[in-house]
């Protein structure tokens, strides 16, 4: 597929991604879906007006009636599309810099299109072949406003009255128009930064991981809160902070979230992405659970496939009881109801719930043409230098070794730039320098056998 990466169409505008394409999406879109009836909405980014009237445009082309929801953050579409339409089109290109813009598709049951399905839109769009309604068949744009009735149906489901001060971080995405009022309703006393939306992200950059948000843990000692929050672009993801500002490992967040899952249901599937770390197996397996390893980017899928009572990615929660979409909304809406319940500040409940594990990873410089010979001899050297250590190996997007004692070595190529990447987690620094010194040494070596052609 040449349009659709991990996570939708997205690029930089002009380059990658143009109101051309966004019309043409939208036609296709108008002519696959199985319905009349299609939703669209978009982040605060500079270009997503002009992305998203193209966008419109097609979708009428073919017949199809428009529902437009305005600027709201990625997860208020997934469950407008569910409440009101057949499809769903979100104009955002999440996290990536102010420069990018792109487009989200999203069946009427509120998941992302699964992979064969945006294999098929793309054929669509190359192939040209779109309906074309007549003039008497042209449909309107009607503008709904769903913003209160999602924010009603997320308390509902959270179901908890809190009076914890939170600071809240918006990064100037589309997650402030939501966040700060939900978390008010809530109870909470609200502080919050960079929540007023502007396209050029003037606070931070849109995407939470720890070296953009880094700030956060002072301002939280500062003011004195007992859980920080923060979202990226669109605000399907979700980092956080506890009351004495650390920034909570994004495994931590899901072993959390997973072991409450499992704890409720007395067992259960939890599916997860193949980078996260032996945290959530080791909380999972204690309360009766499992867990499933699947690749990046596809946690619907994993849900539908295993029938999980949870999903996720680093950042990224599935609650499938409210919704089988990333959700950070219903995230923090649980996370306050956890420490409220379990009385005790965030930090303690971690210490006391979740083991540490201690992770490093680092690229191995390869071009392209090499990635396969290259992971296929690391490889070999590591079932042959790991043995019986081994108790099971994972062959998503690369490899991971899983070992008896927790710890894992994960190798897998980059999927956009000249680099195979080694990640090894154990539960002590001395195992885990040990085993990425053995791991980062034989893919280095691989590489440098390979390229020498010895
Ligand atoms: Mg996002």
């Known amino acids: 597929m040449k349009l659709f990466g991990t996570a939708g169409i997205r690029g930089t505008l002009w380059k990658k991604v143009t109101p051309e394409l966004a019309m043409n999406i939208g036609k296709a879109m108008g002519t696959y879906i199985d319905g009349e009836t299609v939703a669209v909405a978009r982040d605060g980014r500079t270009s997503s007006v002009m992305l998203q009237s193209a966008l419109i445009s097609g979708l009428l082309s073919t017949g199809t009636e428009v529902i437009d929801f305005g600027l709201i953050p990625t997860p208020t579409l997934a469950w407008g599309t569910r409440r009101h339409a057949d499809g769903g089109v979100m104009i955002t290109a999440s996290h990536n810099p102010p420069t990018d813009n792109g487009i989200k598709v999203f069946n009427g049951d509120g998941t992302e299109f699964y992979v064969e399905q945006e294999g098929e839109l ?7 072949n779109f309906r074309k309604a007549q003039w008497d068949e042209i449909k309107t744009v009607k503008a709904m406003d769903i913003i209160d009735d999602y924010m009603g149906a997320v308390l509902d489901f959270v179901n908890h009255e809190t009076s914890l001060k939170v600071l809240y971080d918006g990064a100037n995405g589309a997650g402030s128009v939501l966040a700060p009022y939900l978390l008010r309703e809530m109870g909470a006393r609200v502080i919050s930064v960079n929540a007023h939306v502007d396209g050029h992200f003037p606070g931070r950059k ?21 859980l920080v929050i923060a979202q990226d672009g669109d605000a399907d993801r979700i980092a956080v902070f506890d009351e004495k500002g650390q920034y909570v490992n994004e495994d931590t967040l899901i072993a959390l979230f997973a072991k409450l899952y499992v704890e409720e249901h007395g067992g259960g599937t939890v599916v997860v992405s193949i980078d996260t770390g032996s945290r959530i197996d080791h909380v999972v397996e204690k309360a009766g659970g499992r867990v499933v390893r699947i690749p990046l980017g596809q946690p619907h899928d994993g849900i539908k496939k295993y ?15 409210f919704g089988p979409w990333i959700d950070s909304f219903v995230t923090m809406g649980l996370l306050i109801k956890l ?15 979740i083991p540490t594990y201690y992770l490093t990873k680092k690229n191995v410089k390869c071009p392209d043409e090499f990635k396969k010979a290259v992971l296929e001899r690391a490889y070999k050297a590591l079932e042959e230098k790991l043995g019986g250590a081994v108790k099971e190996v994972l062959t998503i997007s690369g490899y991971r070794f899983q070992l008896k004692d927790g710890s894992w070595i994960l190798v897998r190529p980059s999927g956009t730039e000249p680099k195979i990447r080694v990640v090894v987690e154990a539960p002590s620094e001395k195992k885990r320098d040990e085993l990425f010194e053995l791991a980062y040494g034989t893919v280095r070596k691989a590489a440098e056998d390979a390229m020498k052609g010895a």
């Open 307 to 321: 029938g999980a009572i949870f999903a996720a990615e680093p950042w990224k929660l599935v609650h499938p009881k």
């Open 122 to 128: 793309e054929e669509l769009v190359f192939s040209g």
């Open 339 to 353: 420490i409220d319940e379990r009385g005790k500040p965030l930090s303690q409940i971690i210490q006391e719930e």
């Open 206 to 226: 849109p995407e939470p991981r720890y070296e953009n948000i880094a700030y956060l843990g002072e301002l939280a000692r500062t003011l004195g809160v007992d």
